[in-house]
């Protein structure tokens, strides 16, 4: 009896000397195992001990368990989707706090002398966070975690190799970097210091956060071996689709990004990009694209947090004890990735007894991984591809068609774009498109390099769409499937002759309509994308129409900017689809895929609404958006169609080997191959219809572009092609042997005339691009004179320029510059004053004057250009001839001086011209009307004003008394004029034009100024784009693969 009560004194006496110790646990789905678990807490020798249990699911089930061991147990219910480091940290909710918490996994057992042993060690070595030696549950003679090191980056490394046995090797007591969380001490004044775990970080890296912002604070870390915690590794969810790799990386991010100085953020952040980026690269090395998934998802997933990462550098700032330099010093030297690539591997029984580097099985795994048929598909093509484009890119892109230089800087890129000074047309106040944003920002990217911006753009569509079919067949989770469809589209011809004939729009379509397609069926929720009809593929989203409807949106308000008929083809493609289930016989979600489509519309537009509505609904015709082609263009029969030649009467044999291939699933495909062979089918037929609709010359309209009618025919046959294959894989065996047994001969043979012209091409280098260009023979330095303005007439499918249709189905077009740029595929949209002009163009035409250079004079036409050819001999291109009278009535012109340029190609210079911006040293004619103008004889003297800068919205001249100054501009108040540091009012002139009266001489400065309502308006848009962007971002890091 005595001897009882002086063991309960001295178990008082223990409870007073020992502080208070609270064990919290996250418990989610325990198994029986957990009741060994609460075991282990319940013999610990601690006395002053208290555990809670924070579960994931309803307390009724736990609270069983645990009073059978633990009766004075707190159990509280969490949020599962919170993450752990959010639910332990609920503890700091309550008012006052145990000296230490003891953070446990809910499958860790503690032996019984665990918590006094770590206890014990934090007050004889002062340590605040300390850890025990964790074993494996089953075989506790293997050691799982002794500590870590961790090097500059954030990446922690383990100080035992993986499956080392313990030999007491490790039971001196060690100060390390890090102790994992599996079971983990800390005193809780430091942990409430501290903030806790940052609640950003679910599970997986929150271990290395915690620790390291405890050396920053001063406090020490330790292992104490003797202390042993067995470990099961049970996987408990406690984030949303969140990969094992994924989380590690977005975490390890955010904690360098947050935990550095500034000083040394400006080195180590570079650091760690660059050795993400390498490791994105090495997962294309080795066909495992899921690598450059997590280098822009952990990219991404930090950059979109940016308040996040600065209150947390404002919370470490203000807790820095230690700097970064003693910091450093406690981290291990090198970086790991690299350190990891060259170390040698413990023995592989597979290697017959040698000992293999990293570096060799790094080789291994590119030679044998599991992508290894993609991974050679994109060897292969990167090297037919770089190869037949090697002229393109060690020379430069010619300036064919719509392939015109980026001529502008960044700086000029974005004040045109903020401007609403339209240099190109007669002059327009009014939006520009935002693909001229969209392009500074890009320049911004690549460093100013504006024609490295040029060639990414130009021979990046091809592998951004080749990479888009890729991604859509990634679903079917068939490598060969993919790298077919992937070949197939890679092999049309279709971009190779866009590039040749310098078809913007045709190149833009090829990148982005497989994009479009996979949103589609995405939308539609089709077999494998999702349940409709069949079963959703491993690889196939989990349904969010939020995510699908922005990305889609987004995308589609991108390509809009840079060519508006993409949204038509789309719009079309959704249509071939419908038509293809129908005739399959299959479900397609159409409501839902409508319903995606037409929000994502709304979204596109809403993004481009200011350009929307200054252009396209003040001029709502076909033009607008399809520009001009005459009905004369030339055009392909329906058999050059089947065969995807662009050239009229080529019909090589080679061509039959696209629907020959994707012919193969229509006779063996089953179930959703089946289904989407005949979608394809319905994609290919519906572009070759419609080439034959536009050879017919039944429209009132003239459709696109024979190279761009096509795209969706290449798309649709690489579609049915990839399913010929898996047909090949999954179906052919369920039939008896017979005659379908050829069937794999016959697509050998289709495959290989498929790609035999493609490799053909590409030992031109260039891809048939004509080496000879436009601008090398009629610009020249000595003429780059902003006070010019150029008429361009030929046919819209030669013309680089956008511009307006004339008699006899020609196109006339009016720019800045006798050289060609980007910003000459927007024309102002149509105006009352541009029918005068055409109807003056016209009156000469039609032999009704011969002064046809007075009558453009108003108009600032300094020259015309007449082209019949896309490129000047000796090259090959499209070539659409003039009639002999157009030709005729601009010769009969005596103000119109002719010279001969090259074949094809002639020019005028107008010897009545004013230019854009002139002093008039005459009467005030520019007071009459255009009529009374037009129809006087008298001589007009005029000089031309001086332009300040290439932007041509700056002049300035000498004036005398009696001189008028004359723009060749819409009447705006937008421009200035300061004579002599008067302001001076505008005019109308002429009916239509801008003057200035000076009344006194002296110098004379003009300049426009863009009005603060247009830069309010700008921002406004700026900040929608941002927005989105940022809404994108954050949309696509929450986006889930579907459950299996």
């Known amino acids: 009896m005595e001897e009882s009560t002086v063991k309960e004194e001295i178990t008082e006496l223990d409870e007073i000397s020992m502080p208070p110790v609270e064990i919290v646990v996250v418990a989610h789905n325990p198994d029986s195992w957990f009741k060994e678990v609460l075991a282990s807490f319940a013999v610990q020798n601690y006395p002053n001990l208290k555990v809670t249990i924070l579960t994931t699911g309803p307390i009724e089930p736990v609270q069983t368990i645990a009073s059978e061991y633990l009766p004075q147990v707190d159990i509280l219910e969490v949020n599962p989707n919170h993450g752990m480091g959010r639910n332990l940290n609920s503890v700091l909710e309550k008012k006052e706090y145990p000296a230490y918490f003891l953070f446990c996994h809910h499958d860790v057992s503690l032996a019984p002398d665990a918590v006094r042993l770590m206890v014990e060690e934090s007050f004889r070595s002062n340590a605040a966070i300390i850890g025990p030696k964790v074993v494996n549950w089953e075989r506790p003679n293997e050691l799982l975690d002794v500590g870590y090191e961790m090097d500059k ?100 991010l955010r904690a360098v990004l947050s935990n550095y100085g500034i000083l040394h953020s400006f080195r180590v952040v570079p ?147 903020f401007s609403n000074y339209w240099q190109t047309g007669i002059g327009y106040e009014g939006t520009h498109p935002n693909a001229l944003g969209i392009i500074g920002i890009l320049g911004i990217l690549f460093w100013g390099c504006m024609g490295l911006l040029r060639l990414v753009l130009t021979l990046g569509m091809i592998p951004i769409g080749v990479l888009g079919v890729w991604f859509f067949l990634k679903p079917f989770t068939s490598a060969w499937i993919r790298t077919t469809g992937a070949l197939i589209y890679f092999a049309a011809p279709v971009s190779y002759h866009s590039l040749a004939s310098g078809s913007w729009d045709g190149l833009i379509l090829f990148g982005c309509l497989p994009w479009a397609l996979m949103f589609l069926a995405r939308g539609s929720k089709s077999s494998p994308f999702g349940p409709v009809g069949g079963p959703a593929g491993s690889s196939a989203y989990e349904s969010d129409i939020f995510r699908e409807v922005l990305t889609f949106g987004f995308m589609l308000g991108v390509v809009f900017s840079f060519s508006p008929l993409v949204v038509a083809a789309v719009i079309a493609s959704m249509v071939f689809l419908c038509a293809g289930s129908l005739i399959a016989g299959w479900p397609l979600g159409f409501n839902r895929m409508a319903s995606v489509l037409i929000m994502s519309c709304i979204v596109a537009a809403s993004l481009n609404l200011p350009w929307i509505i200054d252009y396209f609904l003040s001029d709502p015709s076909w033009s607008s958006i399809f520009h001009t082609r005459s009905a004369t263009s030339e055009s392909v029969d329906v058999l050059g169609a089947l065969t995807l030649q662009m050239e009229s009467g080529q019909n090589s044999i080679f061509g039959w080997g696209f629907p020959a291939l994707a012919m193969v699933p229509l006779l063996l495909a089953r179930g959703e191959r089946w289904a989407w062979a005949v979608r394809g089918w319905a994609l290919y037929l519906g572009g070759v219809a419609f080439v034959w609709i536009g050879g017919t010359n039944y429209l009132p309209i003239v459709l696109p572009r024979t190279e761009v009618l096509l795209v969706p025919s290449a798309l649709g046959l690489a579609v049915a092609s990839a399913m010929g294959i898996g047909a090949l894989q999954r179906d052919l065996q369920t039939f008896r042997f017979g005659w379908r047994q050829l069937i794999p001969v016959t697509a050998i043979v289709a495959s290989a005339l498929v790609l035999l012209p493609t490799l053909g091409s590409s030992f031109s280098g260039d891809w048939g691009i004509p080496d000879d260009q436009l601008n090398d023979v009629l610009f020249s330095e000595e003429e780059n004179d902003a006070n010019n303005r150029i008429l361009w007439i030929g046919d819209d499918d030669i013309l680089a320029p956008v511009g307006q249709k004339i008699s006899n189905n020609y196109t006339v077009a009016i720019t800045s510059n006798l050289e060609s740029t980007f910003i000459d595929r927007w024309q102002p949209p149509e105006r009352p004053i541009n029918k005068l002009l055409l109807e003056t163009i016209d009156l000469a035409l039609v032999n009704g004057t011969t002064n046809l250079g007075r009558l453009l004079a108003p108009f600032g036409i300094t020259e015309i250009i007449l082209v019949e050819r896309a490129s000047p001999l000796p090259s090959k291109g499209i070539v659409v001839e003039i009639s002999e009278s157009i030709k005729l009535a601009l010769s009969r012109q005596l103000d119109l001086a002719k010279t001969e340029i090259a074949p094809g190609i002639d020019r005028y210079r107008n010897l009545s011209t004013f230019g854009f911006a002139s002093l008039i040293e005459s009467d005030s004619i520019v007071m009459d009307d255009f009529r009374t103008y037009a129809s006087g004889t008298e001589q007009i003297y005029t000089s031309p004003l001086t332009p300040v800068g290439k932007t041509g919205k700056a002049y300035q001249a000498m004036s005398t008394s009696i001189s008028e100054v004359f723009i060749a501009f819409p009447y705006s108040n937008n421009w200035k004029a300061e004579l002599n540091g008067e302001t001076i009012q505008p005019d109308i002139a002429l009916d239509w034009g801008t003057r200035f009266s000076p009344q006194q001489a002296g110098l004379i400065e003009l300049n426009y100024r863009t009005d603060g309502k247009h830069k309010l308006l700008m921002s406004l848009q700026s900040l929608l784009w941002l927005v989105s962007f940022f809404g994108l971002i954050r949309s696509l890091a929450t986006a889930r693969r579907v459950k299996q």
Request: glycine content about 8%.
């Open 271 to 417: 650091q760690a990009f660059l050795i993400s980026l390498l490791q994105a690269l090495g997962g294309l090395l080795t066909g495992n694209l899921s690598r450059l998934g997590v280098f822009f998802g952990a990219w991404g997933w930090n950059l979109i947090r940016p308040r996040s990462l600065l209150q947390r550098r404002k919370r470490i700032k203000e807790l820095r004890q230690i700097p970064d330099s003693e910091i450093r010093s406690a981290q291990i030297r090198g970086v790991t990735p690299i350190k990891k690539l060259f170390a040698p591997l413990q023995y592989d029984g597979k290697s017959l007894g040698q000992n293999k580097g990293r570096f060799s099985y790094f080789l291994q795994e590119i030679r044998s991984g599991p992508s290894r048929v993609s991974l050679s598909f994109f060897v292969a093509a990167s090297i037919v591809f770089l190869f037949g484009s090697r002229h393109l890119i060690t020379r430069t892109i010619p300036i064919v068609g719509d392939l015109v230089p980026f001529d502008l800087g960044v700086k000029d890129t974005f004040a045109l774009w």
């Open 153 to 252: 980056l954030g990446y922690p490394v383990s100080r035992i190799e993986e499956g080392e046995l313990d030999q007491e090797q490790y039971d001196a007591v060690s100060a390390v970097f890090v102790v994992s969380t599996t079971a983990t001490l800390v005193r809780a004044d430091l942990f409430a210091a501290l903030g806790g775990f940052d609640e950003e970080m679910g599970m997986i890296g929150e271990d290395v956060d915690l620790c390291w912002r405890a050396h920053i604070a001063g406090a020490r870390v330790m292992v104490v071996p003797l202390a042993i915690a067995r470990h099961r590794e049970e996987i408990g969810v406690y984030q949303k689709s969140r990969s094992k790799i994924q989380n590690s990386e977005r975490h390890r």
